[in-house]
């Protein structure tokens, strides 16, 4: 089993900056893409940035030139840089980890969520 776990969400007011971590642990033989997500009240959850095992990122329009996801190979850990935050940024934001155990099979982990508060 794998297992991931989030930290560094909380309150900020608009403009200002946060930074979210979420390291795996567990049976991994390779981890693939790593990912955040994240759901705000009464919506879909939706992709925010994810990252590659080579370093391809791809980001949602609504966060590109703002947020930054980044990867620690070593660490099985991936970030989350969020900068000039907006209130339409509130949302309980969850990594996703796909990898491969050592039965060669491709799964998919995630993260318990943290909140991430925006106040206008």
């Known amino acids: 089993q794998v297992q991931l776990v989030e930290s560094g969400g909380g309150l900020v007011q608009a403009g200002g900056s946060l930074r979210l971590s979420c390291a795996a642990s567990?049976?991994?033989?390779?981890?693939?893409?790593m990912g955040w997500y994240r759901q705000a009240p009464g919506k879909q959850r939706e992709l925010v940035a994810v990252i590659t095992s080579g370093g391809s990122t791809n980001y949602a329009d609504s966060v590109k030139g703002r947020f930054t996801i980044s990867r620690d190979n070593a660490k099985n850990t991936v970030y989350l840089e969020m900068n000039s935050l907006k209130p339409e940024d509130t949302a309980v934001y969850y990594c996703?980890?796909?990898?491969?155990?050592?039965?060669?099979?491709?799964?998919?982990?995630w993260g318990q969520g943290t909140l991430v508060t925006v106040s206008s």
């Open positions: 996703n980890v796909n990898y491969l155990n050592f039965g060669f099979h491709t799964l998919d982990a």
């Open positions: 567990g049976i991994i033989f390779s981890i693939n893409a």
